[in-house]
């Protein structure tokens, strides 16, 4: 009896061990084949890491390099560092006299900087003279201001395609008509700026803005004249058109609440970019398309 247990264990330690061996064995082909898949996967992040590299060093539409601008011996803003990508939307937040204004006017061409570089869709305009800063500012850039500066003598489609056939455009009015009826006013196109609403004569200012199809939008507290309900309307509308254009939207804004909806946020305080706060990772590149 004792030599039958003692066989019987004998048998079982056998058969354990056979069991853990196949078992390590079956791991091991398993964590080699985990190994196998993996490695493409990690080849592939880089792959996806380095275009993401090359992408971005290739979608600034704007670059901003030690920037510095003064006026009478004042300095207002002082060695700004700050690129924009194509698509975003950037909000400029910080108390009035940090410099938002100044250095929107830098950005968008009506203003020189001291020194530093700034760069606009491949333009260097600081070695840029006024006659080529107008011209490509016409082409790019779009700005809207807290005043809506309409012209009172004429229409709301007259104001929007002004300043088209100015710059050469053949099909001036039916581009207006257009830019009218995408910010909701075909229904006021041979109204003058006194028989329109706040809201109404912004959004007459919004097209404008719009007509050229800029690549770079600029909005100065676009709803700082506006009820807070009229001025939600604007930004939602902004925000959709921006979306439909992919056009590089910039916010300067009081409003935290507003700032929080933008990809980044740069906070600016005596004329100095003090941080930019991303919203979201991702937000840098909305799509590699727009190149």
């Known amino acids: 009896q004792k030599e039958f247990v003692a066989k019987t264990e004998a048998f079982i330690r056998k058969n ?9 064995q079956s791991r091991r082909k398993q964590l080699a084949k985990l190994q196998r898949i993996q490695a493409p996967k990690r080849e592939l992040r880089n792959a996806a890491m380095t275009v993401t590299t090359a992408v971005r060093s290739f979608s600034h539409i704007l670059e901003l390099s030690d920037l510095s601008a003064g006026y009478n011996g004042r300095p207002l803003i002082e060695g700004a560092e700050m690129n924009l990508y194509r698509g975003e ?10 410099g938002k204004s100044t250095l929107m006017s830098i950005m968008s061409g009506l203003e020189k900087a001291s020194s530093g570089q700034v760069t606009v869709d491949g333009k260097d305009y600081m070695v840029a003279d006024e006659d080529e800063l107008a011209l490509h500012r016409r082409r790019r850039i779009g700005i809207l201001l807290q005043s809506f500066h309409l012209i009172p003598t004429m229409t709301a489609l ?11 455009e053949k099909k001036a009015f039916e581009i207006a008509e257009s830019e009218l009826e995408a910010v909701g006013l075909s229904h006021r196109l041979t109204h003058y700026p006194a028989q329109l609403s706040g809201g109404e004569q912004q959004r007459v200012a919004l097209a404008r803005a719009l007509g050229p199809s800029p690549k ?22 902004m925000f959709d058109l921006h979306r439909s254009r992919n056009t590089t939207l910039v ?3 009081h409003d935290p609440v507003l700032a929080e909806r933008c990809d980044r946020v740069v906070h600016m305080s005596d004329g100095k970019i003090s941080g930019i706060d991303d919203q979201d990772a991702t937000a840098e590149i909305h799509t590699a398309s727009s190149l």
Do not use: H, M
Not at 16 to 24: E, N, P, R, S
Not at 158 to 168: D, I, R, S
Not at 216 to 229: I, R, V
């Open 16 to 24: 354990l061990a056979g069991q853990k061996t196949k078992q390590a």
């Open 89 to 98: 939307i950037v909000a400029l937040i910080g108390p009035n006299g940090s």
């Open 158 to 168: 007259e104001n929007v395609a002004v300043p088209l056939e100015l710059a050469g």
């Open 216 to 237: 770079l939008l600029f909005a100065d507290e676009p709803t700082g004249n506006l009820d807070s309900k009229t001025g939600d309307a604007i930004i939602k509308l």
């Open 251 to 253: 916010l300067i804004t």
